[in-house]
């Protein structure tokens, strides 16, 4: 890939280089010393004033005049002009000679025929000002100015092909470093790449080591219930019978949280402004209605009226749910929905006063089939999911999740989400 790039760079440069050279030649063999450069070079107005001047004086005027003149001016006779013309000339006869693309002169023949005003050598492949300078300029510097940037990209490249041989490699936490200044738009690319690259496969690993660990023991429970059932009397039979679906309906409720885990990292946004307050009261009805019967929850709501979220309703309304039921499942008796917002993110905290979450293990609990205590999810009928599809659905829409204690004893479970954009 260097090799290729150098070349192309290289080929690039010279081939500008030719075009200007081309480009170069051409206009100096289609330049000649026109009447009006003539004019401009002040070639007419020496003639004039020679001319009105006899011709034993102005050998001595000419000394005088050309002072003032860029171009050279010589006296020569008419033999001296006809010679150089290779033909006869006429008193009076404006004559332009050119011997080469490098040399060209004008021959004035004076009214009286004494002789003829030579202007010259001039190089008519340069006329005077700066836009020739700068024509060559461009043609020579341009091309430099280019290979200079394109070997500072060529730098970049070869950092971007080194770490993309790296990840191939498996060497996962690879990433290319950013040059100070502007950002590296490149750079950035390929890091989020290697990142998604890197959260794929580390949530393969996940998924495997957890279907492995997590459907194993069900399974081998199934097995067990399965050989005992043989020669078990109806009664017994009856009770492995309700065991066993009991089982399935771990293993359903498993795989289900599986598949959820899994999609939270593919799914499409569909962000859309909504207002969370009513969406919010919805969701904690229907939690009151699904509370546990062995113990009263209550639940209190602490909304504003007026909280407009910038997201997508459906993952929303799912985040919160699973945060909600949590704190109802551990809660003992208290749970508080609290809504606030500041002037760019919403913050939606779930509180209740059940056992808490140590305060080391509150990073760990958003990791995958984490479990806080072997059976206490066991009980409830966790694995361990919920708050890992939450903190990947609240990073997707750019907003966070934070864990802490609870005022009202127990744990508290905070999400910032994206408000929309004033209208400008």
Same mark, same amino acid.
């Given at each position: 890939?260097?090799?290729?790039?150098?070349?192309?760079?290289?080929?690039?440069?010279?081939?500008?280089?030719?075009?200007?050279?081309?480009?170069?030649?051409?206009?100096?063999?289609?330049?000649?010393?026109?009447?009006?450069?003539?004019?401009?070079?002040?070639?007419?107005?020496?003639?004039?004033?020679?001319?009105?001047?006899?011709?034993?004086?102005?050998?001595?005027?000419?000394?005088?005049?050309?002072?003032?003149?860029?171009?050279?001016?010589?006296?020569? =006779?008419?033999?001296?002009?006809?010679? !150089? &013309?290779? #033909?006869?000339?006429?008193?009076?006869? %404006?004559?332009? *000679?050119? $011997? @080469?693309?490098?040399?060209?002169?004008?021959?004035?023949?004076?009214?009286?025929?004494?002789?003829?005003?030579?202007?010259?050598?001039?190089?008519?492949?340069?006329?005077?000002?700066?836009?020739?300078?700068?024509?060559?300029?461009?043609?020579?510097?341009?091309?430099?100015?280019?290979?200079?940037?394109?070997?500072?990209?060529?730098?970049?490249?070869?950092?971007?092909?080194?770490?993309?041989?790296?990840?191939?490699?498996?060497?996962?936490?690879?990433?290319?470093?950013?040059?100070?200044?502007?950002?590296?738009?490149?750079?950035? =690319?390929?890091?989020?790449?290697?990142? !998604? &690259?890197? #959260?794929?496969?580390?949530?393969?690993? %996940?998924?495997? *080591?957890? $279907? @492995?660990?997590?459907?194993?023991?069900?399974?081998?429970?199934?097995?067990?219930?399965?050989?005992?059932?043989?020669?078990?009397?109806?009664?017994?039979?009856?009770?492995?019978?309700?065991?066993?679906?009991?089982?399935?309906?771990?293993?359903?409720?498993?795989?289900?949280?599986?598949?959820?885990?899994?999609?939270?990292?593919?799914?499409?946004?569909?962000?859309?402004?909504?207002?969370?307050?009513?969406?919010?009261?919805?969701?904690?009805?229907?939690?009151?209605?699904?509370?546990?019967?062995?113990?009263?929850?209550?639940?209190?709501?602490?909304?504003?009226?007026?909280?407009? &979220?910038?997201?997508?309703?459906?993952?929303?309304?799912?985040?919160?749910?699973? $945060?909600?039921?949590?704190?109802?499942?551990?809660?003992?008796?208290?749970?508080?929905?609290?809504?606030?917002?500041?002037?760019?993110?919403?913050?939606?905290?779930?509180?209740?006063?059940?056992?808490?979450?140590?305060?080391?293990?509150?990073?760990?609990?958003?990791?995958?089939?984490?479990?806080?205590?072997?059976?206490?999810?066991?009980?409830?009928?966790?694995?361990?999911?919920?708050?890992?599809?939450?903190?990947?659905?609240?990073?997707?829409?750019?907003?966070?999740?934070?864990?802490?204690?609870?005022?009202?004893?127990?744990?508290?479970?905070?999400?910032?989400?994206?408000?929309?954009?004033?209208?400008?």
């Amino acid at each position: 890939m260097r090799r290729s790039f150098v070349k192309l760079v290289v080929s690039s440069v010279l081939a500008c280089w030719a075009i200007g050279l081309v480009a170069m030649v051409l206009y100096a063999r289609n330049q000649s010393w026109t009447d009006e450069r003539a004019r401009g070079d002040g070639v007419f107005l020496a003639y004039e004033l020679l001319d009105q001047v006899p011709a034993q004086s102005r050998a001595e005027r000419l000394s005088e005049l050309q002072q003032h003149f860029s171009v050279d001016f010589t006296l020569i =006779s008419l033999d001296e002009v006809e010679r !150089r &013309v290779a #033909r006869s000339v006429s008193p009076g006869e %404006e004559i332009p *000679q050119r $011997v @080469s693309p490098r040399e060209e002169w004008y021959f004035l023949v004076f009214d009286d025929g004494q002789g003829a005003l030579a202007a010259g050598p001039v190089h008519p492949a340069i006329p005077p000002g700066v836009l020739p300078v700068g024509l060559i300029l461009a043609i020579v510097g341009l091309p430099l100015v280019a290979g200079l940037i394109a070997l500072r990209v060529e730098k970049r490249l070869t950092k971007v092909e080194r770490a993309s041989r790296a990840l191939a490699v498996g060497d996962l936490s690879v990433r290319v470093d950013d040059p100070p200044g502007s950002p590296d738009e490149l750079a950035a =690319s390929f890091n989020a790449m290697a990142e !998604r &690259v890197e #959260r794929l496969i580390r949530s393969r690993d %996940e998924l495997v *080591q957890a $279907v @492995s660990h997590e459907l194993g023991s069900p399974l081998s429970r199934l097995r067990f219930h399965m050989e005992l059932l043989e020669n078990q009397s109806d009664a017994q039979r009856e009770e492995r019978l309700d065991a066993m679906t009991r089982e399935l309906d771990a293993l359903d409720e498993l795989v289900a949280e599986l598949l959820g885990y899994v999609q939270s990292d593919e799914l499409q946004l569909d962000r859309q402004v909504f207002d969370a307050h009513r969406g919010l009261k919805d969701l904690a009805e229907l939690a009151r209605l699904e509370a546990p019967q062995d113990r009263a929850v209550e639940l209190d709501l602490a909304l504003p009226p007026d909280a407009s &979220v910038f997201a997508d309703p459906r993952l929303f309304q799912r985040a919160v749910e699973t $945060v909600l039921r949590n704190a109802i499942k551990y809660a003992r008796g208290n749970v508080l929905l609290e809504l606030t917002q500041d002037e760019e993110h919403v913050r939606l905290a779930i509180h209740d006063d059940g056992p808490g979450i140590p305060e080391d293990l509150r990073d760990k609990v958003m990791i995958p089939f984490f479990r806080l205590e072997a059976d206490r999810d066991r009980k409830t009928g966790g694995v361990g999911l919920g708050l890992a599809i939450v903190s990947r659905i609240v990073h997707r829409h750019g907003g966070r999740l934070a864990i802490d204690s609870s005022p009202l004893g127990g744990a508290m479970v905070a999400t910032w989400w994206p408000r929309p954009e004033p209208h400008r």
